[in-house]
């Protein structure tokens, strides 16, 4: 089992740009979450998918959309990327919502200049 | 709203004990974990404790919670070069919400 993959590992954009995340799970996991990770500031939910078909926003949704395309996909979208977006990104899953283990990705360090 | 306070550094020479505190807002979690972060990866779980524990040992780590002054706490004993790290602390104060810490960053003096 790979458990939680993320691509990109590394990327550079402008601003203005758009791109997206990607994020796959092979463990059967009912949520996922999108967080980012900045100094200082610890991990900060964007935004979560409790189960297939649904989405909510986390703490720090301004910027970001997301689609859960399946039970195994979640996807971080940047519409038009700003220099406050610089973070690391980072998806995880687990079996169901708030009461069990999350399992992480390695994470995307994204830059925008 | 809820909180989770934990200090950002600790050093510690290796062989001895590391203890890594954390202090939260909210008494309602069930669930309450402590998450390792090494150098270019994500977290992972590293131990957790139910809210009606008092403690919980897991070989060299032992979790100590005290929920009427609302602090957890992560004793690493004999602490290795293997255990510089990033740790985090998290709670669910309810169910559709998980609350990190802003982690502490364990150096290893040798």
């Known amino acids: 089992n790979a458990g939680v993959t993320q691509t990109p590992k590394f990327q550079v954009l402008k601003t203005g740009q758009s791109m997206t995340l990607q994020c796959a799970q092979d463990m059967n996991h009912n949520s996922m979450y999108w967080y980012r990770q900045d100094p200082g500031m610890g991990l900060r939910l964007i935004y979560y998918s409790a189960s297939e078909g649904t989405t909510d926003k986390g703490e720090v949704p301004n910027g970001y959309n997301v689609s859960r395309l399946n039970k195994r996909e979640f996807s971080l979208r940047l519409e038009s990327a700003a220099p406050s977006q610089t973070s690391v990104y980072f998806c995880?899953?687990?079996?169901?919502?708030?009461?069990?283990?999350?399992?992480f990705g390695p994470g995307t360090r994204l830059t925008v200049l | 709203g809820e909180d989770v306070e934990q200090s950002l550094f600790l050093s510690v020479r290796e062989g001895d004990s590391s203890v890594i505190n954390c202090t939260y807002t909210d008494s309602s979690s069930t669930y309450l974990y402590w998450y390792k972060q090494e150098p270019g990866a994500g977290l992972q779980l590293l131990t957790y404790?139910?809210?009606?524990?008092d403690m919980k040992q897991d070989q060299r780590l032992t979790v100590l919670l005290n929920k009427k002054d609302k602090h957890l706490s992560l004793r690493i004993a004999d602490t290795q070069t293997g255990d510089s790290a990033i740790y985090f602390c998290a709670v669910t104060p309810r169910d559709d919400k998980i609350i990190f810490g802003k982690g502490t960053r364990l150096h290893i003096l040798p």
């Open positions: 404790i139910f809210s009606n524990m």
């Open positions: 995880a899953s687990s079996s169901f919502w708030g009461g069990n283990e999350q399992f």
